[in-house]
């Protein structure tokens, strides 16, 4: 799909193409739920990240979440095929409860495996096993 066959979808079905966005936080603000159905892609997706530490709970593909620590149903709704993706959507944006639990597991995922504290942690060990002489 080109640049210009994106721009031609602007206004259908309730789509909003809107370009380039300098920051991301305003739009994550209003916004309910956070969408990742890639196709393809390896290690950490920044933008998993960003929107649950946003507070968003996230529907996913599984290789969206491979390697994010995040489990199917308690971190996050991980679905592969249209249909299913589709409907994890629309069980997430109604079932209070479910969002509420995402959302808070999201956070606390980030906060445990990607924050500057778990960072620190990781930078020591490995400047200590060098130190050692290990590795």
């Not at 305003?26 to 960003?50: F, H, M, T």
């Not at 500057?116 to 002489?133: K, S, T």
Request: glycine content about 8%.
């Amino acid at each position: 799909m080109t640049a210009d066959d994106l721009r031609a979808l602007d206004g259908q079905n309730g789509l909003r193409i809107h370009g380039h966005v300098p920051d991301l936080a305003p739009w994550l603000d209003r916004s309910r739920i956070a969408l990742a159905p890639l196709r393809y892609g390896a290690g950490v997706k920044g933008k998993i990240n960003q929107s649950m530490a946003h507070g968003l709970p996230v529907v996913a593909t599984a290789c969206a979440v491979e390697a994010m620590h995040l489990r199917d149903g308690e971190d996050v709704l991980v679905a592969d095929e249209a249909d299913a993706f589709a409907d994890a959507v629309v069980r997430l944006y109604r079932e209070r409860e479910l969002w509420e639990r995402l959302a808070a597991n999201g956070l606390a995922s980030v906060e445990r495996h990607f924050s500057p504290d778990a960072a620190r942690g990781a930078v020591r060990e490995v400047f200590f096993a060098a130190e050692e002489g290990v590795g």
